[in-house]
């Protein structure tokens, strides 16, 4: 079984999911890794055999030299390159190149409506799905040139249990047949703020 390394790059994100597993440690810059770390980090897994990296956060794409790393972890041997993202950054149809051109091999998007309202009220960032609808225009372009894979990942609130169909269906329609829908709260907020986003479990 290949060893996998995670590396949570930057607490930095340029939305902000109230229901975000790591939202108590968001744009805390002390806790960052730096850049030494990162790639000390790398040299250190592929010297061990890992061959699988994956990139979260925050938001990984806010990270400056994202783009860097992808490329250095690929001279390192990591053959499998995955990532955890809002999908913001990629509206540009030359970041998607960029990082796919680097070695990036799987893009896990993170959405949780199928209108623009829904899901931009949800990460609390206006042109968010806007966004992800560009980026897999752009990637899926890119899968007649390069061997990637894209799925999502969809959280269950009260804003949006009742139209998972409608969500899955949008899914389809951006080219992303993996897709995995999580209920359970993984975060250190507070009971009464994990309460409010969470689906209920009765009207």
């Known amino acids: 079984m ?4 995670l590396l949570n790059l930057t607490t930095y994100c340029n939305a902000l999911c109230g229901f975000c597993i790591v939202y108590d440690s968001l744009n805390r810059p002390e806790l960052n ?3 030494e ?3 000390t980090t790398i040299d250190k ?3 061990d055999g890992a061959t699988e990296i994956g990139y ?3 938001e990984p794409t806010v990270h400056p030299r994202m783009v860097e790393i992808i490329a250095y972890a690929r001279e390192k041997g990591f053959v499998h390159q995955s990532m955890n ?4 950054k990629f509206k540009k149809e030359s ?3 960029d990082t796919i051109e680097a070695g990036l091999t799987s893009l896990d998007f993170s959405i949780h409506g199928h209108t623009d309202e829904i899901h931009d009220d949800l990460v609390a960032r206006k042109g968010a799905l806007q966004a992800i609808r560009l980026a897999c225009g752009h ?3 890119l899968q007649k040139e390069f061997r990637f894979h894209m799925s999502a990942t969809v959280v269950v609130t009260r804003e949006n249990h009742k139209n998972l169909k409608d969500v899955c269906e949008l899914l389809h329609e951006l080219g992303i047949d993996n897709k995995r829908i999580k209920y359970a709260y993984e975060g250190n907020l507070r009971h009464e703020a994990i309460i409010n986003h969470v689906m209920p479990y009765e009207e």
């Open 2 to 5: 290949a060893q996998s390394l």
């Open 33 to 35: 890794m730096t850049d």
């Open 37 to 39: 770390q990162i790639f």
């Open 45 to 47: 897994a592929a010297a």
């Open 56 to 58: 979260s956060g925050g």
């Open 85 to 88: 993202t809002n999908g913001i």
């Open 95 to 97: 970041y998607c190149r």
């Open 139 to 141: 990637l899926r372009k």
